[in-house]
């Protein structure tokens, strides 16, 4: 089967019609433009489906796939754009002055949510013991990503924070199971009179940002288990959530707290929302700015131990940033693939221009090495998480690396597929703004790419054995250039310092991503990839690929949704 362009009507060489188009009735008739990209499988992605089935999640294959056809539907496109059309508001005060701190939503949004979370895209692999539930609810968060990405925010952090509670299991027992419900209840309510709930995050102040140990907000213990918690945040992740982990400073030091919105006897506890930001991408989403007024909370973990605490959420969370950017990679790519199926420019169809083909098999290497990453590192947690300590330390180095890079790679693919629509893909109802907005986010949420990478130098200084088993993990494939770039790369971190942070996340990932492709991809993605990112003959820009590759089968294994 080949890559080639479906049918233009109009499109024929206007030098060969009989008519002339100057005399022609109809002068508004649209033709060479390509029909909208919907009524189609999302989840229709070999890369992505090998990876589920290779991660051991392929008993989740049947509940993938009706989630990808309702994410190609104009339904839940729909969804998408009314959602982001019509941002969220905040109501401070009711009609008569009375504080309700309440944030108003589009009813699209609640549709998208409804379906996350009815999917248990937020929280089913922690009330699961089946092998490989945190690589199925990764491959659906990434296939429902691609319809709107701004509430996968809330989504991702009711994920993460259960994993946190976990150092709490009085906290546990009462909130688990209201997190991991499949039924999606909004409303500030008293948490046990509701279905479910969920959870969200406020760690970063003013006058710190991601020095989280700069944060003043103070935790003064009430002496019946609760803290009142009074100072502000900069940024609360989705201030409508039923819940937060917040970061205060406790006597003993920087504790984690849980604290909720509603208290059980039905009053709004003290957390005051000053204002939502207004924001470059994310617009479907609430962010805000709060203050806390001798706030109610409830300690997690250990008193003076909050970073420790919170850093598997924040690991929870990472994940989902590579996940999120893996999965607008693949939104990009379909966008332009299906324009250039159906676009003619200069007498010729754009699927069968060579320059352009070499844009988007580029592209599409891109999309296949983070995607098949992702499915890697879900797959990593899942076994880490069930106890595998072999697993636990290669996903601590290869986690970190690839938040930095795969998030990194994310704006310039974007930017580069919606320039393969050309002006079409300038305008609003392309998308591709949106997904262009949304592409820098991921690298600055849970820690900037500065952070990410001074994260991986940290743990390669203290976990030495968490080195050995990223390499040994690389060296599984076997490849002579695989094992010719890993030696590179194991020189550069011999002398390497704070400054070559970058360079070390972006070489090992890129080591990795290449190892994954050799193991898993036909022969020739992976030699594309390696020829191209391994063996330095490469531009740029995308579309600067080796001569003599053969792109054909990468561009039909892109082309198969």
Partial sequence: MEFRPRPVPGAEDPASSEEDPVTRDATHDVTNQAPPLAGHDVSADQALLEGLAREGADWATGELRRLGLLAGSEKAQEWGRLANEHPPVLRTHDRYGNRIDEVEFHPAWHELMSVAVGNGLHASPWTSARPGAHVA??????VWSQVEAGHGCPISMTYAAVAALRHSPSLRAEWEPLLASRTYDFGLRPPLEKRGVLAGMAMTEKQGGSDVRAGTTRAEPLGDGSFALTGHKWFNSA??????????????????????????DGTRNAMRLMRLKDKLGNRSNASAEVEYDGATAFLVGEEGRGVRTIIEMVNMTRLDCVTGSAAGMRQGLSQALHHARHRSAFGRPLADQPLMRAVLADLALESEAATTLMTRLAGATDRAVAGDAAEGLFRRAALAAAKYWICKRAPVHAAEAL???GGNGYVEESQMPRLFRESPLNGIWEGSGNVAALDLMRVLAREPEAVEAFFAEVARAGDHRVGDAAERVLKT???AGEADARRVAEEMTLVLQASLLVR????????????????????????????GLDLEPILERAASA
């Fill in 137 to 142: 609810r990764a491959a659906k968060f990434f």
């Fill in 520 to 547: 898993h991809a036909p022969a020739p993605v992976a030699d594309a990839f390696c020829a191209s990112r391994l063996g330095g003959d490469w531009g740029r820009a995308f579309g600067t690929l080796p001569a």
């Fill in 239 to 264: 201030p409508m959530c039923d819940a937060f982990l917040v970061l205060a400073q406790a006597p003993r030091g920087l504790s984690c707290f849980l604290l909720p919105r509603v208290l059980p």
């Fill in 419 to 421: 320039e393969c629509l």
């Fill in 493 to 495: 971190l011999a002398s």
